[in-house]
C-alpha cells in the first residue's frame, strides 16, 4: 500500500484573554507551548466599544470576557516575547478594529518587524455587530469607511493580512438559519466589497487582491450534515459573485476562506458534559469535506455555558482537535462527499433559499438599508423565537435539557466553585490604576509620546474629510493616545448609533390557544392588570453595562409582550442610573435585568440600591444570565427576586414567574389559574 500524501492541518486557535495583558501573555506563550498554531485575541467589552477601563459603563466589564487594550503599552505588554512577525494572530475586534492594528502594527514595528510579513485576520464586521453582537458604535456609513480605509490600507502596506472576516457565527447564535447565515453574510460582503470599490481608493486591477484578502468566520451547529452543506453552498455562491459581480478571474482570489468557531448557543448548563461530544460534531462539519474545509478551527470549552473556562478546559478543546488531525486518517483523502446525491441536493436547496434572499437584500438597497430598516434585525428575532417555541414544545430535542433530564451526579462539576475561572474583582481597581499612571506619564521618560492633543485633532480632521483614517490612527497610538480617546475624537465626528431592537416586529411564535401555558399565563397578567387597577402590566427589560449579547432579553421581552404586557426595552448599553430612571418614568410592575459577561456582581445591586433610595422598593427585580450559583444566592440575598440561568428554557414559565413576584410584591393573594 502507497503511502497518502496527507493534507496540513488547519490552523488551531483557542479563542483566550482575561485580565490583564501580562495575565493573558501568559496564557498565550503557554498556549503556543502546547501545540497551538495561532493565537486568537478576545478582548473586553469597554476595549470593544470604544472607552477606556474607567469610563461610568466600563465597571464591571474590564478584563472579564477579554483583555483590556487601552494604549500601546497594554498591547506591548501583551505580546512580548511572542516574535509577531512570525505569528498568525486573529483578533475579535469590530467597531475599533482599526485602531487596535494600529496598535499592533507599532508593537510589531517596535519589535523589528517587517510588517508586509505580517499574518492575521481583524474581524472588522461591524454589520453583525447592528444585529446580534452589540458592539458597535458609530453609524453605520461611518463604520463602513473605518472597514473600508482599513481595506484599502492592508492591500498596500499589509499584503498578507486579512482586514475583514465576514462574520456569520453571532448571526447563528441571534437565531440565523442556514439559508439567513449565508445569505446575510454575502449580502455584508457585497456591502464592503462595493464601498472599497467605489472609495477609489484601490484601483479596479488590485480587486482581485481586495477579495482574496476577505475571509469569513462562521459558526457550525450540532447538525452536522446540514453544516457540511452550508459550507459547500457558502463556497459557490461566494465564487459567483466574486467573479459576475466583481469580474475576479482568478481561482485563487475567488476561494471561500473561512475560520470557524464551533456553536456556543448549542452548550448547555445542564449535563454539561454533553457538551464534548456537540464540540466533535460540530468541528466534523468544518473538517470532513476537504473542498469545504475550514482554514482554521477554534473550539469551546465543555464549561462556557457555567462561567469562563481554565487552560485545562481549553487544553481539552485544543486537544480535540489535535487528536483529530494527527490520529485519524482524515487528511489522508479527497473529498469523500463528492458524488453524493444526497449532499448535491442539499447545497443545491441551500444555493437556491439564500441566492433569492441575497437578491431580496439587493432590492432593499443592500445590508446597510437592511440593517437600517430594521428587516435583518426582524427575521433574525422571529427565527430565534421560532426555535425557542420549538425547544419549550418538545419538538426540538435538547439531551439533559427537554430529554434525559435523568443524571448521575457530575465529578466534572462537584465543586462548582472550581469548575470555572473566576476573574480577580481587584483587576478592574488595578488595570484603572495603571490606566491613569499611562495618562500622567505618558509624555515622560521612558516613554517620551508626544502630546496626543495634537494626534487627536489631525484624527478629527481626518474624519471630517474623505482621506484614509488609518494613518492618522497610526500617529494616534505613537503618541500614546488610548482607546477612550480615539474613540470619543471619532464620535464627536460621526456621533453614536442605536440600533433597531426587532422586538416590536416580530411575530408572534408560541400560539396563545384555549388550554396552552401561554393562554394560561396571559389570563394571569390579565386578572393582576385587574386586581391592580391598571390597562396593562408594565415591564422593563434592561441591558445594563456593555454586554450587547441581547438575544436572550429579546426572547423575554418578546414573549412577555405576547402573554400582555406593556414591554419597555431600550435595547443595549445602560448605566443602571438610566434603567432606573426609565422603570420609574414608565411606572413599571417589574424590571428584567439581563447579563452575560460576569458583571452582574456590580450591576444588579446598584439598580436595587438605586431602586431603593427612589422608594420603589415593590418594583421586583429579576436577573437573568450566565450566574453561577454562588453568585446567584448573592443576588437573592441582596433583594433580588428570581434569578434564571440558561438551563431555564421555558420562556412562558419564566414570565409565568414573574408575574406571581409581581402579585408578592403588591401583596396580592397567590393566582391559580388553569388553562
Known amino acids: ?29 503557554r498556549n503556543l507551548a502546547k501545540g497551538q498554531t495561532g ?8 476595549t470593544q466599544t470604544g472607552y477606556d477601563s474607567d469610563h461610568i459603563l466600563a465597571r464591571g466589564e474590564v478584563g472579564r470576557v477579554g483583555v483590556p487594550i487601552a494604549h500601546v503599552g497594554d498591547m506591548r505588554r501583551l505580546f512580548q516575547d511572542i516574535p509577531l512577525e512570525q505569528m498568525n494572530t486573529s483578533m475579535t475586534i469590530n467597531a475599533t478594529a482599526m485602531w487596535l492594528l494600529a496598535l499592533y502594527q507599532v508593537v510589531a514595528e517596535e519589535q523589528g518587524a517587517d510588517i508586509t510579513q505580517l499574518q492575521g485576520t481583524t474581524q472588522n464586521d461591524i454589520v453583525k455587530e447592528y444585529l446580534s453582537r452589540g ?29 475583514i472576516n465576514i462574520c456569520s457565527y453571532h448571526l447563528q447564535e441571534a437565531g440565523a438559519t442556514p439559508v439567513q447565515e449565508i445569505a446575510y453574510a454575502m449580502s455584508t460582503a ?25 475571509s469569513f468566520f462562521v459558526n457550525a451547529g450540532v447538525r452536522f450534515i446540514e453544516e457540511m452543506c452550508k459550507m459547500r453552498a457558502f463556497g459557490r455562491i461566494w465564487d459567483r459573485i466574486t467573479r459576475e459581480r466583481y469580474g475576479i478571474e482568478n481561482p485563487k482570489h475567488r476561494r471561500f476562506r473561512y475560520g470557524v468557531q464551533v456553536n456556543s448557543l448549542g452548550l448547555t448548563e445542564a449535563q454539561p458534559e454533553n457538551n464534548v461530544q456537540r464540540i466533535v460534531l460540530e468541528m466534523l462539519a468544518v473538517t470532513l469535506s476537504k473542498d469545504a474545509r475550514a482554514r482554521a478551527v477554534q473550539l469551546p470549552a465543555w464549561n462556557e455555558a457555567l462561567g469562563l473556562p481554565r487552560p485545562w478546559d481549553q487544553q481539552w478543546s485544543l486537544r480535540i482537535q489535535q487528536v483529530l488531525a494527527y490520529e485519524s486518517d482524515l487528511l489522508e483523502y479527497e473529498d469523500i462527499f463528492e458524488g453524493s446525491k444526497v449532499i448535491e441536493a442539499k447545497v443545491e436547496e441551500l444555493v437556491e433559499a439564500a441566492s433569492a434572499e441575497i437578491d431580496r437584500i439587493q432590492e432593499m438597497g443592500g445590508a446597510m438599508a437592511a440593517v437600517e430598516s430594521g428587516y435583518l434585525k426582524s427575521q433574525l428575532v422571529a427565527s430565534h423565537a421560532e426555535r425557542r417555541g420549538r425547544i419549550e414544545s418538545g419538538q426540538e430535542k435538547i439531551i439533559g435539557v427537554n430529554a434525559f433530564e435523568g443524571t448521575e451526579p457530575n465529578p466534572l462539576t462537584a465543586d462548582l466553585d472550581t469548575a470555572i475561572q473566576t476573574v480577580d ?7 484603572i490604576a495603571a490606566l491613569q499612571q499611562w495618562r500622567d506619564n505618558r509624555y ?8 496626543p492633543c495634537k494626534a487627536l485633532e489631525r484624527l478629527k480632521e481626518a474624519a471630517r474629510g474623505t482621506e484614509n483614517l488609518m494613518e492618522a490612527t497610526l500617529e494616534c497610538a505613537r503618541a500614546g493616545v488610548t482607546t477612550g480617546e480615539w474613540a470619543g475624537a471619532l464620535r464627536e465626528v460621526f456621533g453614536e448609533f442605536r440600533a433597531p431592537t426587532g422586538v416590536s416586529s416580530a411575530p408572534v411564535a408560541v400560539p396563545a390557544e384555549e388550554g396552552s401555558t401561554l393562554h394560561r399565563v396571559r389570563r394571569m397578567v390579565d386578572l393582576t392588570a385587574k386586581e391592580l387597577g391598571v390597562g396593562k402590566l408594565r415591564f422593563l427589560v434592561g441591558k445594563p453595562g456593555l454586554d450587547g449579547h441581547s438575544n436572550g432579553a429579546e426572547q423575554i421581552a418578546v414573549r412577555a409582550r405576547d402573554a400582555g404586557f406593556e414591554v419597555v426595552y431600550q435595547g443595549i448599553r445602560l448605566t ?34 438605586r431602586l431603593r433610595v427612589a422608594g420603589a422598593t415593590d418594583i421586583p427585580v429579576i436577573a437573568g444570565g450566565i450566574i453561577p450559583n454562588g453568585d446567584a444566592e448573592q443576588l437573592r440575598a441582596a433583594g433580588v427576586a428570581a434569578v434564571f440561568t440558561p438551563k431555564d428554557f421555558d420562556i412562558t414559565g419564566i414570565i409565568g414567574r414573574i408575574v406571581d413576584e409581581i402579585r408578592k410584591a403588591n401583596k396580592l393573594d397567590p393566582l391559580e389559574v388553569s388553562a
Open 1 to 29: 500500500m502507497t503511502e497518502r500524501q496527507k493534507d496540513r492541518p488547519w490552523l488551531m486557535r483557542t479563542y483566550a484573554g482575561h485580565s490583564t495583558a501580562e495575565a493573558s501573555n501568559e496564557l498565550y506563550r
Open 39 to 46: 493565537l486568537s485575541v478576545a478582548f473586553d467589552l469597554p
Open 135 to 163: 458592539t458597535h458604535v458609530f453609524p453605520p456609513v461611518p463604520s463602513l469607511r473605518l472597514t473600508t480605509d482599513m481595506i484599502a490600507y492592508t492591500v498596500s502596506h499589509m499584503p498578507k493580512w486579512n482586514p
Open 190 to 214: 457585497i456591502a464592503v466589497l462595493d464601498a472599497v470599490r467605489d472609495s477609489g481608493q484601490v484601483p479596479q486591477e488590485r480587486m482581485g487582491d481586495v477579495v482574496g484578502r476577505i
Open 425 to 431: 474583582p481587584e483587576v478592574e481597581a488595578r488595570v
Open 444 to 451: 515622560q521618560p521612558p516613554f517620551n509620546h508626544p502630546r
Open 576 to 609: 443602571p442610573e438610566q434603567i432606573v430612571d426609565a422603570a420609574l418614568a414608565e411606572d413599571v410592575h417589574a424590571v428584567g435585568l439581563s447579563i452575560l459577561s460576569g458583571s452582574h456582581a456590580q450591576l444588579v445591586p446598584d439598580v436595587l440600591e
